[in-house]
């Protein structure tokens, strides 16, 4: 693996594509928290310099796509959720929308999918349920962030967009907040470890 990397101190624009895209993405974990920050910034120093800690909203961040640690129904009502439903008023309804067509109407926990967030920046939206129901509280060894964030890393390495062409050359680079830290109770330190666990998994031998 590369050398460390230090916090993100602000935000910057996505750099210029080459022909071929990278073989992982660039990846912003946010923090709104100084706690969360802490556990975030305890994880990306063996990893490659394509992981950085914002300490601030995701939606500082440029990016290209921003991470939605939903419930399974795509409602958008609480937490980080309702933020993006505010700043993107399209879309909680295209989640709906797809998670009905594509999954019967409950994305299980451990699949992700990818809807246009109706705005120009970011273009994207990335749905990744850490809870079934809206509100649920985890238990103290949950496994949700991990599997989580393995489905948004897995959905960048091989999914496709609905009308063509692959995520990972539409997205550069994704602003990911805590995977249920807010509602869902998830000690920061948790969700580190366990985001970062899934990175490994999908991009360490890359």
Avoid: K
Avoid at 9 to 36: I, K, Q
Avoid at 130 to 150: F, K, Q
Avoid at 155 to 177: N, Q, S, Y
Wanted: charged fraction near 20%; charge should be negative.
């Amino acid at each position: 693996m590369l050398g460390g990397v230090t916090a993100e101190p602000g935000t910057h624009p996505t750099p210029p594509r080459a022909s071929e895209p990278a073989s992982t993405p660039e990846l912003v974990l946010c923090a709104v928290d100084e706690p969360l920050a802490r556990a975030w910034q305890t994880v990306v120093a063996p990893r490659t310099a394509r992981v950085r800690v914002h300490q601030g909203s995701v939606l500082d961040v440029v990016a290209d796509a921003v991470v939605s640690p939903a419930n399974s129904y795509g409602w958008m009502r609480g937490g980080i959720d309702a933020v993006y439903a505010t700043a993107f008023p399209e879309v909680e309804q295209n989640v709906r929308s797809a998670v009905l067509a594509y999954h019967g109407g409950e994305l299980p926990i451990g699949e992700a999918l990818v809807v246009p967030t109706g705005e120009p920046q970011p273009a994207w939206l990335i749905s990744s349920p850490t809870m079934r129901e809206p509100g649920e509280r985890l238990p103290a060894d949950t496994v949700h962030p991990y599997l989580a964030a393995r489905a948004v890393f897995l959905l960048w390495r091989d999914g496709a967009l609905e009308h063509g062409g692959r995520v990972r050359h539409a997205v550069g680079r994704i602003a990911m907040p805590g995977l249920g830290t807010g509602v869902g109770g998830v000690a920061p330190e948790v969700c580190a470890r366990q985001v970062a666990a899934a990175w490994d998994e999908v991009f360490a031998a890359r």
